[in-house]
């Protein structure tokens, strides 16, 4: 509050932003209150809480927690796919990479979509006729429970977990930035509701949750992209030759310029994306909550859709703040044009807002920021709380016999555990240097979940030692290799030069995975091996046809 | 289910026929998606003096127009794929499932 006070204090010096009139405190600073803001976001919480109540009446069985009973739509789950993967660092990110660096933050853009193509054709109709709660349902499916599926429900916590850090860390600053919240409540808040969600609504809140934020997101964005373009006479080419005219680098932005000039990085980096998107498993189980194979496949058309557009929809934005953002000396501190933008470097679109809407548009798009984030850290938990109630509860230490009411029940206890967890991890990492975690969630995702995964759908001679080993090599080789690397040993650890000279590591220990897998696999000559490939045939037929299935529950 | 079902499945020429079709668009699609980003990410690695260059007179670069063609050319499998997996294939999947039960 003192800081609030001394905001409002000296609005002399910033006349014009009151909103922005924050005492400088090192990288995020803390503004004052946002009212529109803070009213518009009141009015999502009551809303999301309004349907978390629904939600509750209906959700009594086990699937119901982590499915929604199967009962989704194409269309709803195409919208909440669509919600899970446009974070707030999707918003506010890349709309900063193609405001600093033009063309190669659209570069970067299209790295994070192109996986959405790649599951639909190779993944997405296996995984519902396969699956049942978790990804781990179908890594196991033919192979050992206890060691394949704890292997699976591991990876999926320590993804869930770094993702869950880097979230809640982000929604604090964010929150701090936007609504001049301190960290520690901002942190408080996010993790409470949070956990009402999820223990209460189950998957069903937490798929209502993300299609509403979906909604407001691309209806914010939409009407932000018109408001830039009638700025430039509705033309593409006025808003890049105004962009051109006033960045520092001229006519290099619009096209590849230094970012992505090392192709080991590119390429690496592209892999981490891709596939390891195919192994987040708060994403994967969102392939379990539609009826069948069809609805499956037109929820991954919906979300490509629905991604692609928002994606594009960004890179605009970005480019329009060039001009807009750019060139006014209130968005920079001590008004110097070209200067430290006022809140950070991730704060261009939402200056944007402000200048294109006023308070209204910004409190609008923070609001929508804050409920993007509680949506994300939502699905996060949801997945790590049934990574472990159903597979190392009901699978692993039960071994199949617990009762639906004792798993419901742990898994309630393992949202609330989880939810507590990262609020603590939040309020520990709050003054660290986060790059390396995404180098590290989608590293281990991509190299120990996916290849797993993979495998175990595609390629018959795959054995539980194989899986095992291949998908332990995949692990390691990716924290290794993202601990030896500049984000951690330089920056992190302050040595003077990296030993492995990449930030991410996809390009190495994918490969190393799938290479143990496949060398293990065929040197594996037991009896188990040999009935494990012989399922195979079996689970083709599955895969391919649906049949035997798990169906919808009727509600 | 039954093993015997599987069987019968497996041995129905159908199943080969739906399995051979997918399997060939899948990969088909994959590897254009994949060709064309891959394409476009090593122009950007190897030769960014392409992307550099303006269309026509104005501003648009070719590096603006192939980067939004590769999320259209996205747009436009994924829908192609869905609409003949779920018309053309799942009519032959619903009828292989028919005859083996």
Known sequence: MNRLIAALAVPALLAANAAYAGPAVGEVQKQAMNIPAIAMFLAIVAVTLGITYWAATRTRSAADFYTAGGGITGWQNGLAIAGDYMSAATLLGLSSMVYFKGFDGFVYTIGFFVGWPIILFLMAERLRNLGKFTFADIASYRLDQTKIRTFAAVGSLTVCVFYLIIQMVGAGQLIQLLFGLDYIYAVIIVGALMMIYVTFGGMLATTWVQIIKACLLLGGGTLLLYLAFAQFDFSFETMADRAISVHKDGLKIMGPGTLLSDPVSAVSLSLGLMFGTAGLPHILMRFFTVADAKAARKSVLYATGVIGYFFMVVCILGLAAVTIVGTDPSYFEGGVVGGKLIGGNNMPVMHLAKALGGDVMLGFLSAVAFATILAVVAGLVLAGASAISHDLFANVIMKGKASERAEVRASKIASMTLGTIAVLLAVLFEKQNLVFMVGLTFGVAASANFPVLFLSMFWKGLTTRGALLGGLTGLTTAVVLVILGPAVWKTVLGHAQALFPYDQPALFSMPAAFLMAFVVSKLDSSVGAAKEREIFDDQFVRAQTGLGAEGAASH | ?101
């Open chain 2, 1 to 101: 289910m039954s093993k015997l079902t599987y069987e019968r499945i497996r041995a129905n020429p159908k199943f080969k026929e739906l399995v051979t079709k997918r399997t060939r668009m899948s990969w088909l699609f994959a590897a254009v998606v994949l060709g064309a980003y891959y394409g476009f990410v090593s122009l950007v690695a190897f030769a960014p003096q392409v992307l550099h260059m303006p269309l026509s007179s104005g501003r648009t670069t070719w590096g603006v127009v192939l980067g939004f063609g590769i999320v259209v050319l996205s747009w436009v499998l994924t829908a192609l794929y869905v609409r003949r997996a779920n018309t053309q294939l799942d009519t032959l999947n619903n009828e292989i499932l028919r005859e083996s039960l």
